[in-house]
């Protein structure tokens, strides 16, 4: 059954840098395109990075641009979401979704990612 995985999430304060980790199983996660949301208490779930299957095509939401930076490893079936200069408005649950389409893109779109990860705390204080 598939699975993903989150963790590196934590209590960071402003300006600190998290690595996010999302292993995956269940599926073959080399030929899929990835993404990580993010949720904040009391709003939408909103698109925060994704990544071709082959790692070669990266996008960002202009929130996080310059600031985070995804990739992935194909042989650890893991996918990553680098998180530098942070700020209190980053506080969120992060999640990593996966789309079920062989050779895909990533996308900004929740409704194109079937598999979805259970999401890891980040807490950013000032």
């Known amino acids: 059954q598939v699975q993903l995985v989150e963790s590196g999430g934590g209590l960071v304060q402003a300006g600190a840098s998290l690595r996010l980790s999302c292993a995956a199983s269940?599926?073959?996660?080399?030929?899929?395109?990835m993404g990580w949301f993010r949720q904040a208490p009391g709003k939408e779930r909103e698109y925060v990075a994704s990544?071709?299957?082959?790692?070669?095509?990266?996008n960002y939401s202009e929130s996080v641009k310059g600031r985070f930076t995804i990739s992935r490893d194909n042989a650890k079936k893991t996918v990553y979401l680098q998180m530098n200069s942070l700020k209190p408005e980053d506080t969120a649950v992060y999640y990593c979704?996966?789309?079920?389409?062989?050779?895909?893109?990533?996308?900004?779109?929740?409704?194109?990612?079937?598999?979805w990860g259970q999401g890891t705390q980040v807490t950013v204080s000032s």
């Open positions: 979704a996966a789309r079920r389409i062989i050779f895909s893109d990533g996308s900004s779109l929740r409704r194109e990612y079937d598999y």
């Open positions: 269940g599926f073959t996660f080399s030929t899929k395109g």
């Open positions: 990544i071709s299957w082959s790692g070669s095509s990266t």
